[in-house]
């Protein structure tokens, strides 16, 4: 570029000065699309590398929600999604209002109450322990000792589900004539929580303590993991707030109430907010692993609902996909207003954006 | 300056070395069941004499499980999904990332909604599975007829993961790029020699979570792979275990181990690469999940 086209003499001065003008001019250019292109192509490696990821996400994350158009259409096997009839709402309506020749709404309803019941007792029971855990990690001074037990409560969460749902199934199986039933059962027994007849046939067959296990399997899983953003949150704070405190002669109550929970309230708040975005979230997983037909009445998920009759096409009826598809797309649905709804309330909150 | 403990304070030192114990002692029980189990012979598992150690030693069920053809095969195709599957996540999401992680991306933040919008909404199970046997048309059509290359590809890639890598490059200085494009270097010679070496303990982190989830994984694989041959350990454990569960089977069972007894020692089998690996990962994770996780 030429001076002249940056310099304009300035009758007042007497000097060559800047022309205020040009750095509109050169806006106006670096966004001609010629320019933008042009910048566009000196970074196509920066682009290219984005390619692989985008079409992975496209075939199969994106093109998935193409074929949730067959909740508004008749299910065939032989005709793909766009060449089905259009049926409207019929499918939804079946789930929500129920019709003449099937059950199909009450056990959907049961399928929905369930999810939200799972998930909610997970953020009434799962929720506090990690916390309560990084505090008591908090306590211990050895680093040899909390090594140990950070080693030791971490490992559960590596384990895979199929691994895990195993263990329950043998620890807690029913007995029978030529075996004797788990190991669990027989301490529950022992120490009085249930009685012999009970252990007998097996508490993965009682509809009663299905939530019960679902729920400390899963704090057995997750609480020791669950609790380094807490702990990491506890150790970030400086031993002055705490020496300030004892000498206001604060106990350790009061060091708790006032100097510990309102350092790492932030991260509470964070992660309480991601928990209840995920509410509706219920991994199906270790459902199907751990469910079977005696206990679909508390363990039934919407989920594995749509697995029944869309994939496994229970119950033969034919409409099974559209039913699955049209179950899981209500509960996804609500799960993204969730989400959404709990970003926006921690932005205004606290100016911490999670997405 | 050495101060004498509150009783308070002390109370509570004991409350939380008493809790912590007792629930390290919880995570481990099964652990150590599963190992006793294994090796105690058939009374002893089957009516559930043993509690914690071993009764009448025997070392059978680990002999016949030695000697399963089908459960090396299973191993050998968990291996194989592990490896290329976590390759495969691995170099996509690191590129991904790093292209995301630049503020002079053009559309940049459409390409973060892409990504994001997934973790809001998910078609579900029944889309899912269409497309998946969609995508195994496609595969067969162009000569892809091992259901495992349907597994690696197709499977996994989570957003949460790049997000994470996406932020620790962010974290990286720009000086530091910019001294390296003086001297020469290129783009990936940016990526590899700069940021992957800088941002070592998110990536250890987010590798252990692919091969994680790839090593556990169990619906899909069973789901979509028809052939038994190709299914992967999770798979055949479970189904072990539903063979056994079924009382009919019990009936002529004339071994000295129970049939528990050799789906604990596949458990254990199952566990000890993670075993391996865990404690060189460890103080990578405790880094990286705290780096990731409040942002």
């Given at each position: 570029?030429?001076?002249?086209?940056y310099?304009?003499?300035?009758?007042?001065s007497?000097?060559y000065?800047?022309?205020?003008?040009?750095?509109?001019?050169?806006?106006?250019e670096?966004?001609?699309?010629l320019?933008?292109?042009r910048?566009v192509?000196k970074d196509?490696?920066?682009?290219?590398?984005?390619?692989p990821?985008?079409?992975?996400?496209?075939?199969?994350r994106?093109f998935?929600?193409?074929?949730l158009?067959?909740?508004?259409?008749?299910p065939?096997?032989?005709?793909?999604?766009?060449e089905?009839?259009?049926?409207?709402f019929?499918?939804?309506?079946?789930?929500?209002?129920?019709n003449?020749t099937s059950?199909?709404?009450?056990?959907?309803?049961?399928?929905f109450?369930?999810?939200?019941?799972l998930s909610?007792?997970?953020?009434?029971?799962g929720?506090p322990?990690?916390?309560?855990?990084a505090?008591?990690f908090?306590?211990v001074?050895?680093?040899i000792?909390?090594?140990?037990?950070?080693?030791?409560?971490?490992l559960?969460?590596?384990m895979?589900?199929?691994?895990?749902t195993s263990l329950i199934?043998?620890?807690?199986?029913?007995?029978?004539e030529?075996?004797?039933?788990?190991?669990?059962?027989?301490?529950?027994?022992?120490?009085?929580?249930?009685d012999?007849?009970?252990?007998?046939?097996?508490?993965?067959?009682?509809?009663?303590?299905?939530?019960?296990?679902?729920?400390?399997?899963?704090?057995?899983e997750?609480?020791?993991?669950?609790?380094?953003?807490f702990?990491?949150?506890?150790?970030?704070i400086?031993p002055?707030?705490?020496?300030?405190?004892?000498?206001?002669?604060?106990?350790?109550?009061?060091q708790m109430?006032?100097?510990?929970l309102?350092?790492?309230?932030?991260?509470i708040?964070?992660?309480?907010?991601?928990?209840?975005?995920?509410?509706?979230?219920?991994?199906?997983?270790?459902?199907?692993?751990?469910?079977?037909?005696?206990?679909?009445?508390?363990?039934?998920?919407?989920?594995?609902?749509s697995i029944?009759?869309?994939?496994?096409?229970?119950?033969g009826s034919?409409?099974?996909?559209?039913?699955?598809s049209?179950a899981e797309?209500?509960?996804?649905v609500?799960?993204m207003?969730l989400?959404?709804?709990?970003?926006t309330?921690?932005?205004?909150a606290?100016?911490?954006?999670?997405? | 300056m050495?101060?004498?403990?509150?009783i308070?304070?002390?109370i509570?030192?004991i409350?939380?070395?008493?809790?912590?114990?007792?629930?390290?002692?919880c995570?481990?029980?099964?652990f150590?069941y599963?190992?006793s189990a294994?090796?105690?012979?058939?009374d002893?598992?089957?009516?559930?004499?043993?509690?914690l150690?071993?009764k009448?030693?025997q070392?059978?069920a680990?002999?016949k499980?030695?000697?399963?053809?089908?459960f090396?095969?299973s191993?050998?195709?968990?291996?194989?999904?592990?490896f290329?599957?976590?390759?495969?996540?691995?170099?996509?999401?690191i590129?991904g990332?790093?292209?995301l992680?630049?503020k002079?991306?053009?559309?940049r933040?459409?390409?973060?909604?892409?990504?994001?919008?997934t973790?809001w909404?998910?078609?579900?199970?029944?889309?899912?599975y269409?497309?998946?046997l969609?995508?195994?048309?496609v595969?067969?059509?162009i000569?892809?007829?091992?259901d495992?290359?349907?597994?690696v590809?197709?499977?996994?890639?989570?957003a949460?993961?790049?997000?994470?890598?996406?932020?620790?490059?962010e974290?990286?200085?720009s000086?530091?790029?910019?001294a390296?494009i003086?001297?020469?270097?290129t783009e990936m010679?940016?990526?590899w020699r700069?940021?992957?070496?800088?941002?070592k303990s998110?990536?250890a982190?987010?590798a252990?979570?692919?091969?994680?989830?790839?090593?556990?994984?169990?619906?899909?694989?069973?789901t979509?792979?028809?052939?038994?041959?190709?299914?992967?350990?999770?798979?055949?454990?479970r189904?072990?275990?539903?063979?056994y569960?079924?009382?009919?089977q019990?009936?002529?069972?004339?071994e000295?181990?129970?049939?528990?007894?050799?789906?604990y020692a596949?458990i254990i089998?199952?566990?000890?690469p993670?075993l391996?690996i865990?404690?060189?990962i460890?103080?990578?994770?405790?880094?990286?999940?705290?780096?990731?996780g409040?942002?």
């Open positions: 570029m030429q001076v002249s086209d310099l304009i003499f300035d009758e007042e007497g000097t000065i800047e022309d205020p003008e040009q750095s509109v001019r050169d806006d106006v670096k966004h001609h699309w320019n933008v292109l910048t192509l196509w490696r920066l682009y290219l590398m984005l390619v990821m985008i079409l992975v996400f496209l075939f199969w994106y998935p929600m193409y074929e158009l067959g909740c508004f259409k008749m065939d096997s032989i005709k793909s999604v766009a089905q009839d259009y049926v409207g019929a499918h939804f309506q079946t789930l929500i209002f129920g003449a059950s199909i709404s009450p056990e959907f309803w049961r399928a109450r369930n999810t939200f019941l909610f007792y997970g953020l009434l029971f929720f322990t990690p916390i309560i855990v505090l008591f908090n306590e001074r050895s680093n000792a909390r090594s140990v037990l950070q080693v030791a409560t971490y559960p969460k590596f895979s589900t199929v691994v895990m199934v043998m620890l807690v199986k029913q007995g029978g030529m075996s004797g039933y788990g190991v669990i059962s027989q301490m529950l027994e022992n120490i009085g929580a249930i012999h007849d009970t252990a007998m046939r097996g508490l993965l067959h009682m509809p009663q303590y299905f939530r019960a296990i679902y729920q400390i399997s899963g704090i057995w997750g609480a020791g993991y669950d609790s380094i953003v702990f990491a949150a506890i150790i970030a400086s002055t707030s705490y020496e300030a405190a004892q000498m206001d002669g604060a106990g350790k109550m009061a109430r006032y100097v510990v309102p350092s790492i309230l932030s991260t708040v964070i992660m309480l907010i991601t928990r209840i975005g995920s509410l509706l979230s219920i991994g199906y997983e270790k459902v199907i692993l751990l469910y079977n037909a005696d206990t679909y009445q508390t363990a039934e998920v919407v989920s594995t609902f029944r009759y869309g994939i496994n096409n229970e119950g034919g409409l099974g996909k559209g039913w699955g049209a797309m209500m509960n996804n609500v799960g207003l989400v959404i709804g709990a970003n309330i921690a932005r205004k606290s100016d911490v954006s999670l997405y | 050495k101060r004498k403990l509150e308070s304070e002390l509570f030192k409350i939380s070395y008493t809790l912590l114990t007792m629930f390290a002692i995570c481990l029980y099964p150590i599963t190992i294994s090796i105690s012979d058939y002893a598992v089957n009516y559930s004499k043993v509690v150690l071993p009448n030693i070392f059978e680990f002999a499980m030695f000697n399963d053809n089908m090396w095969n191993y050998t195709n968990t291996l194989f999904l592990t290329y599957g976590t390759i495969w996540e691995l170099v996509l999401s590129l990332a790093y292209a992680s630049k002079r991306l053009m559309f933040k459409g390409f973060n909604f892409f990504l994001v919008f973790m909404f998910s078609a579900g199970t029944v889309p899912q269409l497309n998946y969609d995508t195994q048309k595969f067969n059509t000569g892809i007829t091992d495992k290359w349907l597994v590809l197709a499977m996994g890639m989570a949460m993961n790049i997000i994470l890598l996406r932020n620790s490059f974290g990286v200085p000086e530091i790029e910019e390296a003086v001297d020469g270097a010679q940016v990526l700069v940021y992957i070496p800088m941002s998110i990536i982190t987010v252990l979570f692919f091969g994680l989830s790839r090593w556990n994984g169990y619906y899909w694989a069973k979509m792979m028809s052939n038994a041959n190709e299914h992967p350990l999770m798979v055949y454990i189904k072990t275990l539903d063979m569960q079924d009382t009919e019990m009936i002529g069972w004339s000295n181990y129970a049939p528990d007894s050799m789906i596949m089998c199952s566990i000890i993670i391996i865990y404690p060189f460890q103080k990578y994770f405790a880094k990286g999940v705290n780096a990731g409040v942002k």
